[in-house]
């Protein structure tokens, strides 16, 4: 026996085995026994030894080697030793468990040797060359041992030492025994010979690395032939696998070109074509061409359930096809042979399974070269592209983003009709989100995909079924909106990536044109490109043109706003505006600088002649367009070609016409690409060599009006920022251009400078004087809501001309006065006198201040021309000019009104007109609009101005007699009054009456004080007439307790005036007035009753009036005192149970006052009444105390707290906690912290812009009632320096208290 097998314990190792072999070759194991490895090597070398000895020796042999010392002592000093038997086990025996145990041995020994950095490193190689000598030597035939050896052959191979490939001996010999292998239809032999092929097809290209003979070469195409017959009708997915892997290294090798070329030619083969070789190259020659057969061999491991031999095929296709000896022949036979329908269905079923997606991909990019054949192919399998689209856009950097974004582009583009609407709305979607997250910097895409998302958003844009897409037209808003900051958000973009940007937008922008159904829609695409365009691509260019390096990306930008341009939707003049006031001429100037070749000249050219399009109007900038050819691109070089005579020349003249046109629409909005100075001198040695053109009417007209508002325009800039010197000459020919030609020029667009200079010409008076009179017959209807902006240049109208008025140092508001004076001197017709009036008006109306300039000049007299002239007293040209006097007398400062007769005429034609008028028609609109001049008259004889004229108002006896009647009409309504409001014309026409008797009220006491009669205006019942303009008391307490909200607003004013004109009077002249018992106290009813009215006008005014009846002491005011009336008492005591509430809301701090004045003048006259030390006991003071801050004190709540002081009511608490709110109050009154919000102030009446004309008087003259109060108390002082007086009379009255205690 070869070894002896001892139990434990360790026994010490044996000099001689039982055969009396040398104890060298005996190795212990760890379980106490032995291997005498010559017995071993015997037994395996032997045939003829029993496999159960063999079997069981090679077992132990197996469990030795898990010994590590055993194991490092047999590679140590016998590694070689049984390389020989394990490899005669293979060849011997015929035992699949025993090649097993055999190869796994053979295994482990050579892993061992590369592993141990003692053993032999030679192991490994000698195991390799055994068994391929066993292999060469075609010994075994093609038996079971033939099998085991070539798979032990690859277990061997299966290292990636290229040393291995030298330990084969006989190549030629052992690749013809495998070829020959391959003819057997056998899985496992081809399976198993593949892979040996393949390795072995690894070590040599490792080994020779490029150089040396290619054993391999020399059997093709026989080994192509083989290999995919195999691959082709093996049913192994191992086979399959093994399979392509060879034919992968073999295709990477270039072998199927080299088989393709020699397929026929059989006599260059080797000496080894025995009789079978030359059959099967008879089949070959015969059969199919390889492409054909490569791809009917690939079809089956395309279907394979196995994913890894899907993916093997894959990729072994996308190798063929990736070389770059493949033609498109050859591709084009793949994809007639379905190799791109196998692709697609695998992709559809992958699951996006990343690798398959990768492959097929890969493979499907490469089959679409051939693109007539594949186009068909791409259509049906396009609906498996866009679900591994949604994937790939997850995915930064996907190494087939591309591919796939490409072969959908092909599909759109080459078969629209299969691109169904859900499938434009998916894909864009998918492409506008991975857009959007590559902005946000979730994930990050390489510069072709975004090339390629907006190539294929362009492409969609031009199908069908993109058509009417709501989904559709927001994915290309989303998508513009992060291109634009993808591309103009970093500084590392090249210029592809913007170039197809800009060809997104410009589409998009033509999309959005065709797209009629989205116009009413909330996607509105053109004008979200505009925006784009004005907000981020025009600063953008502006800030790089001059860095800018390629041409063709500004003349993308400029192909894209050009585009736009073309355009006569919304937004586009806008647009065009937003350009010229960015400086676009002087940029693209710059630009030409930059780029001054041919198409950039032209390009920039027609860019300016459409801008001038828009702008001006259609076919304006036509005289560019022309001369674009001729123009040069240096602007000094324009500028010298107004320098020269152009009469007989037609070009030079098509030229001078285009560069005026450019300098004029530049200079609207202050875009001067050129030195002032030099254009200046430009225009007049342009008018002083071609003056006879435009005076024998050569020069078109257009051109002479450019040329007026250019120098116009220059000169008014040289007038304001330097002196330079100018030509006389050309002045004066200009001058005389404008006096003999017919031209409007106030009907073209020009600058506000140009048009200043031009109406600050006393000799162009004339022409001007003509021009205006044009214009407002032109211009009879104004839109008056028309805003105007400076620098906005848009055509003369009458915002420009309030704007030049305002300015004042011109001829305009003279110019207007003398117009109208002249017309109604000339007995003019009413068109043209009516659009003057009205032009006169509304720009009042614009400009209030413009109504001074108009009376300075005398407008005043031709108002009374219109009134006294009977051939201007039309119906309709008597409402223009009430309505004229009216917007001067509310705009005019009194200090311009003329201190003439000339007011006072028209004041008595006015009142004649409307005693008259009402004794025939009663109260009319016009009678109406009278009443509301004659109030302002009024009010400015407060002011020292038309004293005269209101003199005649307050004491004209018809006027006094009609005034009175209608309020005796209004009163004696009774209850019915209060449903006559602003809304009737009975409630109308008493409002106006009773503002006109406010401001006589007024007027008297500032110019006629002696004329005031108190018993007449406080006595009731039928009483001698007045003797001027006003109402007793007793009627107006009636029409304020009868009448509407605004009557009663308005009463109540009349009252509270009445009332400080009779204290005034009393001072001055104190007279003793009788009155029945009884008849104070029920005007104090009326009084009383209006305290907590809504409006707080109302009820202020009551409680004013109401305090000033109590200080009547003398007139037995003590009647009035609450011992008697508990009105009164209710009024403080709701006031003392609203302050001390724990909230005081602001609008309570503004409801309380009247109430607090109220009981403030109960305070002053009933110190000793016992309700008021009720009403405010010491727990009330205390919570009033407590709810003030310094946000919420008024005036009124101090002089309270001062009655109640000097009334006894305050306790040393109270003073303490008050002086505290007072301190804090100072101190933010110093540093400016107190409001001056809580006042009745906020509650003005609104002059609504939707009010008739009427209205807006009505709301006028109602402001300046309510205002005159106010005015009258701040007059000197804010309301916070009377707070703080207040605060500071409070301190004294304490301490006049403390010093009298």
């Known amino acids: 026996m070869y070894c002896s097998i001892a139990t434990p314990p360790l026994q010490p190792a044996l000099q001689t085995c039982t055969q009396g072999h040398r104890s060298v070759l005996i190795l212990p194991t760890e379980e106490g026994g032995s291997i005498c490895l010559l017995c071993l090597s015997d037994l395996l070398s032997n045939p003829k030894s029993p496999t159960i000895h063999v079997s069981y020796a090679l077992s132990q042999l197996s469990q030795a080697l898990d010994q590590p010392h055993f194991f490092r002592s047999l590679l140590t000093f016998h590694s070689h030793f049984l390389v020989s038997p394990l490899v005669a086990v293979l060849s011997n025996l015929d035992d699949e468990p025993i090649a097993k145990q055999s190869i796994d041995l053979i295994k482990i020994l050579c892993d061992g040797s590369g592993n141990n950095c003692d053993g032999n490193q030679d192991l490994h190689r000698e195991f390799v060359a055994r068994v391929s000598d066993c292999l060469s030597s075609g010994s075994l035939a093609w038996s079971r041992r033939q099998l085991y050896m070539v798979h032990c052959f690859g277990v061997v191979l299966d290292n990636p030492d290229s040393n291995l490939y030298t330990c084969i001996k006989n190549k030629d010999a052992l690749i013809l025994n495998l070829v020959t292998g391959l003819q057997l239809s056998n899985d496992e032999i081809q399976g198993e010979i593949m892979f040996v092929l393949y390795r072995l097809s690894l070590l040599q290209y490792s080994h020779m690395d490029g150089c040396g003979a290619d054993v391999l070469l020399s059997y093709c195409p026989k080994l192509f032939q083989v290999s995919l017959n195999i691959l082709m009708k093996s049913q192994s997915d191992d086979v399959r696998l093994n399979c392509l892997a060879f034919l992968t290294v073999l295709v990477q090798r270039g072998f199927f070109q080299t088989a393709c070329i020699n397929h026929v030619e059989i006599n260059s083969m080797h000496s080894f074509e025995a009789e079978s070789l030359m059959q099967i190259t008879k089949d070959v020659v015969n059969g199919p061409s390889l492409e054909i057969l490569f791809a009917e061999a690939v079809k089956g491991p395309l279907l394979s359930s196995d994913t890894q031999v899907q993916i093997a095929a894959l990729d072994l296709i996308y190798i063929y096809l990736s070389s770059e000896y493949v033609t498109l022949k050859e591709c084009q036979a793949l994809v007639e042979e379905n190799i791109a329908d196998y692709a697609f269905e695998i992709l559809r079923l992958s699951g996006c399974e990343d690798s398959i997606v990768i492959s097929s991909i890969q493979v499907l990019y490469l089959l679409s070269n051939a693109e007539e054949a594949f186009r068909h192919r791409l259509a049906i399998g396009f609906s498996a592209l866009v679900p591994v689209l949604r994937y790939v856009a997850e995915i930064p950097y996907h190494p087939v983003q591309c591919q796939l974004q490409n072969l959908i582009l092909k599909c759109v583009l080459h078969c629209p009709g299969v691109v169904s609407t859900c499938n434009v709305e998916e894909i864009s979607t998918i492409l506008a989100g991975m857009l959007k997250k590559c902005t946000s910097g979730e994930i990050g895409i390489h510069s072709e995909t975004f090339t390629l998302s907006c190539s294929i958003f362009v492409t969609i844009m031009k199908c069908s079924s993109s058509r009417g897409s709501l989904s559709f037209a927001a994915s290309i808003k989303d998508a513009s909106r992060s291109a634009v900051s993808i591309c103009f958000g970093d500084n590392h973009v090249n210029a592809d990536q913007i170039l197809h940007f800009l060809y997104l937008i410009k589409e998009a922008y033509a999309f959005g044109k065709q797209e009629e159904i989205l116009v009413s829609s909330e996607v509105r695409l053109q004008i979200f490109i505009i925006d784009i365009c004005k907000l981020q691509i025009l600063p953008w260019f502006i800030k790089v043109i001059n860095i800018m390096q390629e041409e063709d990306i500004a003349l993308g930008v400029l192909e894209v706003f050009h585009s736009i341009l073309l355009d006569s939707s919304v937004g586009v003049k806008d647009f065009a505006e937003s350009l010229v006031l960015s400086s676009w001429f002087s940029e693209l100037f710059g630009c030409l600088g930059l780029f001054p070749m041919e198409k950039m000249k032209q390009s920039v050219y027609v860019t300016f002649s459409s801008i001038v399009d828009v702008i001006l109007g259609t076919d304006s900038g036509q005289p560019i367009r022309d001369a674009a050819l001729h123009l040069p691109s240096d602007p000094t070089d324009l500028l010298f070609l107004l320098g020269q005579k152009s009469s007989h020349n037609p070009v030079l003249f098509c030229c001078q016409s ?644």
């Open 658 to 1301: 285009a560069v005026l046109m450019i300098l004029y629409v530049s200079s609207l909005y202050n875009d001067r690409f050129a030195d002032e100075r030099l254009i200046l001198s430009s225009l007049e040695q342009f008018i002083l060599l071609n003056s006879g053109d435009f005076f024998c009417g050569a020069s078109a007209s257009v051109t002479v009006e450019l040329l007026v508002n250019l120098y116009g325009f220059y000169r008014g800039f040289a007038k304001m920022c330097y002196q330079k010197p100018y030509s006389p000459e050309a002045e004066r020919i200009l001058f005389q251009l404008l006096e003999e030609k017919d031209w409007d020029s106030l009907s073209t667009k020009i600058h506000l400078t140009s048009l200043m200079w031009l109406f600050q010409q006393e000799k162009l008076c004339k022409f001007l004087y003509n021009q205006i009179f044009k214009f407002c017959r032109r211009n009879s209807s104004i839109d008056k809501n028309m805003v105007f902006d400076k620098d906005t240049k848009e055509t003369v109208d009458l915002h420009v001309f309030a704007e030049l008025i305002m300015s004042e140092g011109n001829f305009v508001a003279l110019i207007f006065v003398c117009l109208l004076g002249d017309l109604v001197e000339n007995s003019c017709q009413d068109y043209d006198i009516i659009p003057v009036l009205e032009a006169c008006t509304q720009i009042i109306e614009m400009a209030p201040a413009a109504s001074d300039q108009f009376c300075m000049h005398g407008i005043d007299g031709v108002l009374q021309n219109i009134y006294t002239f009977s051939s201007c007293s039309s119906p309709k040209i008597f409402v223009c000019t009430n309505q004229l006097v009216f917007i001067i007398l509310k705009s005019v400062q009194s200090d311009s009104l003329s201190s003439n007769d000339t007011w006072v005429g028209i004041t008595m034609k006015l009142i004649n007109y409307l005693i008259t008028a009402v004794e025939e028609d009663g109260w009319t609109e016009e009678g109406i609009t009278i009443l509301g001049i004659l109030s302002l008259i009024l009010h400015h004889s407060t002011k020292q101005a038309l004293t005269e004229a209101s003199k005649i108002i307050v004491l004209n006896v018809p006027l006094i007699s009609t005034i009175n009647s209608t309020i005796f009409e209004a009163y004696s309504k009774g209850h019915t009054l209060f449903d006559h409001d602003e809304g009737t014309k009975t409630g109308e026409v008493l409002i106006f009456v009773l503002l006109l008797l406010f401001f006589s009220m007024r007027s008297v006491r500032a110019t006629l004080p002696d004329i005031i009669d108190l018993q007449i205006l406080l006595a009731e019942g039928i009483v001698e007439p007045q003797s001027y303009l006003s109402i007793r008391c007793p009627d107006l307490c009636k029409i304020m307790h009868f009448g509407s909200a605004q009557v009663k607003m308005i009463a109540s004013f009349c009252l509270l005036e009445m009332f400080m004109g009779l204290e005034d009077n009393a001072i001055r002249k104190p007279v003793d007035l009788k009155f029945r018992e009884g008849y104070l106290l029920s005007i104090s009813a009326v009084l009383e009753g209006l305290i907590f009215f809504g409006d707080i006008k109302v009820a202020l005014n009551c409680s004013r009036c109401l305090s000033t009846l109590m200080a009547w002491e003398e007139h037995k005011i003590e009647s009035l005192l609450p011992e008697k009336y508990r009105w009164c008492r209710l009024i403080v005591q709701e006031l003392v149970m609203s302050l001390s509430a724990p909230t005081l809301t602001k609008s309570l701090m503004i409801h309380h006052k009247p109430a607090s004045n109220v009981a403030v003048a109960l305070l002053k006259h009933s110190r000793g009444s016992p309700w008021m030390t009720k009403v405010f006991d010491d727990s009330s003071i205390g919570n009033i105390i407590q709810n003030l801050s310094t946000t919420n004190l008024t005036i009124e709540l101090v002089s309270l707290f001062r009655e109640l002081l000097c009334s006894g009511h305050l306790n040393s608490t109270h003073i303490a906690d008050l002086t505290r709110v007072f301190q804090a109050c100072r101190n933010h009154a110093y540093m400016d912290e107190i409001e001056d919000g809580v006042t009745e102030n906020q509650l003005e009446i609104n002059v609504g812009a939707n009010q008739d004309h009427i209205g807006r008087m009505r709301a006028f003259l109602i402001g300046l009632v309510s205002s005159r109060w106010h005015s009258d108390c701040e007059r000197s002082q804010s309301r916070k320096k009377q707070l703080l007086e207040e605060i500071e009379m409070f301190s004294i009255c304490l301490m006049e208290e403390e010093d009298a205690s």
